[in-house]
């Protein structure tokens, strides 16, 4: 059997245009800046931990606990007032494990759908899980000099590359990570389960109303990329024998466990 730990890392506070980008006229709303406080948000950061018979599988970390003391610092300036997140006690992705009897040494596998700080910033947390990766098309964005991606998150970190297509990390099919570019250069999801599965989404889309009208979010690398990764939500979206499209900003989902 297969399981699936949908886990509450805490928040985040953004524009309302950020999840949908049709909620808003004003086309600098997504960033934040200029919007007053009536216009934000708070919607979950979530990651997930895959049970698997050959191996766990942690898909993004959440945020580092340096948030609760040093915010400004972890988060850096620009994030820190536009989009600052906050980490209660107990959800952080190690706490997670810990109460689920794991180490971070226990993980076969951190797949990061992709590399925005709500989504890689705790990678610090769990460096000695045994493989870290990301597309290769997202560790070249990256690696290159966007400002959105903190490098210094991943300093001394090693992290391998999978190929920007459907990858089958166990070689049996039940765990499948699939290119969902468009939110960033290289936003990976991951297909769970076999004739009933889930797919974990990232940041492809925000909510049911995503996939289901096709609505872009605020800020997309590759707008074009990131509608046709909608396109493919929708159509797991509406297959019966998908059970869940989750993303991590949903806030209609609650933290539960899928069993598959
Ligand atoms: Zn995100």
Redesign the pocket.
Known sequence: MLRVHVLDCGSTVVDEALPFSDRSRNPLAFTGILRGKKHKISVP?TAYLIEHPKGLVLVDTGWDTAIRTDARRYEGLVNHFASPGTLPLGKAVTEHLRRLGYRPEDMDYCVLTHM?I??AGGIGLVQSAKHIMASEAEWAAACGAHPRYLKRLWRGISIETFPDRDVDLFGDGTVTLLPLHGHSAGMTGVKVGGARYLIIAG?AGYGRPSWERLVLPGICWNRAEALASLRTLQAYGNDENCVAVLM??DTEQKPTIFEL
């Open positions: 950061v925005d709500d989504h940041d991590t900003h």
